[in-house]
Structures are given as structure tokens and as C-alpha cells.
């Protein structure tokens, strides 16, 4: 660490991030969902309500200019940095060196590895155990995730990645409550049902609109979770259970028997299925948690009502 004897020695203050953004010539953009976090007590926090171990491989996506990422290699883990700007991708292990130059004391197995790519388009070869960032597959999420797509940056890594124990992601408000809600709550929508599948979320704090720049125009939360030991279903009634979901809550407002004709077919299939399912016809999809969902996805695989050879 470069500045013993404070308490931001290794990670970044409010000047160095506008320092480094002006030598960059980088300007946060709304489009990519850029907002730095400038605050070095905050980034302390997200790393310990995470649970990060030492010696853990993690995944974080938009690093940005390292403020989390230094935080998650001064607590000893390993980090594989997902980072669409290729300024930044760039420019993230020399601040690392700068700052922390001890996470390169490995030089054949850093402890830092930054994948430049759109997080939607990374695939499970860019996280496969070997790689310069630790000795195996990722077990944690902790990410600042960019506002503006941050539901299917996090669907997309909860289906690439199941070594995932757990994470904690920074989000809008709004998108943090409804991806934490449970059935019944007004919040409780698609994002909500899909997330359940991958284990039990939880709203873990609040996050100070203060700690970031620019400053953002909504307010933000912190979103942990914990993976399921086991999965629900296979990964075919994975892919049917979430067309379910996606057909109820597009008609939220409209009975299932009505909702999931799209998918299960023809008015008097639908309500049969449903029913062999153990779940009211008339039921709306806000009711229904996910274990129901798959319920009815799995009835409508075993040939439930007409067309008995459906299959997902």
C-alpha cells in the first residue's frame, strides 16, 4: 500500500478518482450507467457485507476506475474485472500496481484480471479456472452493476456462473426492492421470481447518493444474496419455468388460466395444467412464488390437459 498511515491507504479518494478520470479523459455516461464511488468507507463496507474471504475469486463488473476492486484485493481476493470502456480495461491493473502492487507479487498468477467486454456477452470461457485472477471458478458476485441494465447483467451471471456461493450487488433502489420482493408485496414482479430461483435475497443497506460521481439522479441500495444448495430443476425446466414467469407478469393484471396461454396453449390446457400443478386457475402471477412457477412448468412436461407430448 502506497499511502500508509491513513485510513483510504490502497484505495481511492474523491481526487484521485477525478484525477485519474481527467488523465484518461474520461467522462461517466449515462448511456453506460457510469457513476464512480469516490468514497473509501463505503467500498469497506460492500466488501465486508459480502463476506469476501481471503484468497476468494471474485467477480465484479464495471470496475470503472478500481475503486471497488482495489477494496476486494485489499481484503485478499482475487478479482476477474468484467469492463466494457477499453480506456478503463486498460488503465485498471496500472492503478493497481500503483496502489496495491502486492496483488502482482504473483506475476504468473495475479490476483487482478480484467475482461474487456460487454458483461452481457461474457461467456463461461472468460471465468474458467486457470485463469490469471485465482486457482478456480468464481464464488462470489460483488459488483457496482450499471443502472440502466443491471437485471439482465445479474440474470446473465447467475445462469453462467452456478459456482457462485452468494454476492452482493449496488443498484438502483427501486430495481434493489423488487429484485429482493417476495409474493404478495407490491414490488414482487419477474425480476423477483427468476432471482428466487438462484437462491434467497435480502436488502442489505442503504447506499448515500453522496458517495459516487458524478452524483446520480435516483437513489441506491445494496443487494445481497445467498445461492441455493440445491438447484431447483434442470436447466430445461429452468428455461420453461421463466417463460412462465415472463408471460404472467406481462399480464400481471390478468388470471393465469388468461396469462399463460402463450405458453401452455389453448384455454381448457391451461387451466387443466395449472390445476394438475396444485394452483388456482384464477389466481394473478404476483401470488405465485417460484416454486409454484416451476410446479406448473413440470405439469405441463408430464402432459397435463391436451397435447400431452408438450414438452419444454
Same mark, same amino acid.
Given at each position: 500500500?502506497?499511502?500508509?498511515?491513513?485510513?483510504?491507504?490502497?484505495?481511492?479518494?474523491?481526487?484521485?478518482? *477525478?484525477?485519474?478520470?481527467?488523465? &484518461? +479523459?474520461?467522462?461517466?455516461?449515462?448511456?453506460?450507467?457510469?457513476?464512480?464511488?469516490?468514497?473509501?468507507?463505503?467500498?469497506?463496507?460492500?466488501? !465486508? &457485507?459480502? /463476506?469476501?474471504? #481471503?484468497?476468494?475469486?471474485?467477480?465484479?463488473? +464495471?470496475?470503472?476506475?478500481?475503486?471497488?476492486?482495489?477494496?476486494?484485493?485489499?481484503?485478499?481476493?482475487?478479482?476477474?474485472?468484467?469492463?466494457?470502456?477499453? #480506456?478503463?480495461?486498460?488503465?485498471?491493473? =496500472?492503478?493497481?500496481?500503483?496502489?496495491?502492487?502486492?496483488? $502482482?507479487?504473483?506475476?504468473?498468477?495475479? #490476483?487482478?484480471?480484467?475482461?474487456?467486454?460487454?458483461?452481457?456477452?461474457?461467456?463461461?470461457?472468460?471465468?474458467?479456472?486457470?485463469?490469471?485472477?485465482?486457482?478456480?471458478?468464481?464464488?462470489?458476485?460483488?459488483?457496482?452493476?450499471?443502472?440502466?441494465?443491471?437485471?439482465?447483467?445479474?440474470?446473465? &451471471?447467475?445462469?453462467?456462473?452456478?459456482?457462485? #456461493? +452468494?454476492?452482493?450487488?449496488?443498484?438502483?433502489?427501486?430495481? /434493489?426492492? !423488487?429484485? =429482493?420482493?417476495?409474493?404478495?408485496?407490491?414490488?414482487?414482479?419477474?425480476?423477483?421470481?427468476?432471482?428466487? %430461483?438462484? /437462491?434467497? %435475497? @435480502?436488502?442489505?443497506?442503504?447506499?448515500? *447518493?453522496?458517495?459516487? %460521481?458524478?452524483?446520480? +439522479?435516483?437513489?441506491?441500495?445494496?443487494?445481497?444474496?445467498?445461492? !441455493?444448495?440445491?438447484?431447483?430443476?434442470?436447466? =430445461?425446466? @429452468?428455461?420453461?419455468? $421463466?417463460?412462465?414467469?415472463?408471460?404472467?407478469?406481462?399480464?400481471? !393484471?390478468?388470471?393465469?388460466?388468461?396469462?399463460?396461454?402463450?405458453?401452455?396453449?389453448? $384455454?381448457? *390446457?391451461?387451466?387443466?395444467?395449472?390445476?394438475?400443478?396444485?394452483?388456482?386457475?384464477?389466481?394473478?402471477?404476483?401470488?405465485?412464488?417460484?416454486?409454484?412457477?416451476?410446479?406448473?412448468?413440470?405439469? =405441463?412436461?408430464?402432459?397435463?390437459?391436451?397435447?400431452?407430448?408438450?414438452?419444454?
Amino acid at each position: 500500500m502506497t499511502e500508509e498511515g491513513t485510513d483510504s491507504a490502497g484505495l481511492l479518494g474523491p481526487a484521485q478518482v *477525478r484525477e485519474l478520470a481527467e488523465r &484518461l +479523459g474520461v467522462s461517466p455516461t449515462k448511456k453506460l450507467g457510469q457513476n464512480f464511488v469516490i468514497d473509501p468507507n463505503t467500498v469497506r463496507k460492500i466488501v !465486508r &457485507l459480502a /463476506g469476501v474471504q #481471503r484468497g476468494e475469486s471474485v467477480v465484479e463488473v +464495471g470496475p470503472g476506475l478500481g475503486s471497488l476492486t482495489l477494496g476486494l484485493t485489499e481484503a485478499g481476493a482475487a478479482v476477474t474485472a468484467v469492463e466494457i470502456d477499453h #480506456r478503463l480495461a486498460a488503465e485498471l491493473p =496500472a492503478t493497481m500496481r500503483a496502489m496495491q502492487p502486492d496483488v $502482482f507479487a504473483d506475476e504468473e498468477h495475479p #490476483r487482478l484480471r480484467v475482461v474487456r467486454s460487454d458483461a452481457l456477452d461474457v461467456t463461461a470461457a472468460d471465468f474458467e479456472s486457470g485463469s490469471d485472477a485465482g486457482s478456480g471458478s468464481p464464488t462470489l458476485l460483488v459488483a457496482n452493476l450499471p443502472y440502466n441494465v443491471s437485471v439482465p447483467i445479474l440474470m446473465h &451471471l447467475l445462469e453462467l456462473l452456478p459456482t457462485l #456461493r +452468494g454476492g452482493l450487488v449496488m443498484v438502483q433502489s427501486e430495481v /434493489g426492492y !423488487r429484485i =429482493a420482493a417476495g409474493p404478495g408485496s407490491k414490488e414482487y414482479g419477474a425480476p423477483s421470481a427468476k432471482a428466487a %430461483w438462484y /437462491g434467497a %435475497w @435480502r436488502i442489505a443497506g442503504n447506499v448515500s *447518493r453522496r458517495i459516487f %460521481w458524478p452524483v446520480p +439522479g435516483v437513489d441506491s441500495v445494496l443487494v445481497g444474496y445467498e445461492r !441455493r444448495s440445491e438447484t431447483l430443476g434442470s436447466e =430445461a425446466e @429452468r428455461k420453461l419455468t $421463466f417463460e412462465l414467469v415472463s408471460a404472467a407478469f406481462a399480464q400481471r !393484471r390478468k388470471m393465469l388460466r388468461q396469462a399463460l396461454q402463450s405458453v401452455l396453449g389453448d $384455454f381448457e *390446457r391451461t387451466v387443466a395444467v395449472i390445476e394438475a400443478a396444485g394452483e388456482t386457475p384464477t389466481a394473478r402471477a404476483e401470488q405465485l412464488g417460484i416454486d409454484a412457477f416451476l410446479a406448473i412448468a413440470r405439469a =405441463a412436461v408430464t402432459g397435463a390437459g391436451r397435447n400431452s407430448d408438450a414438452s419444454a
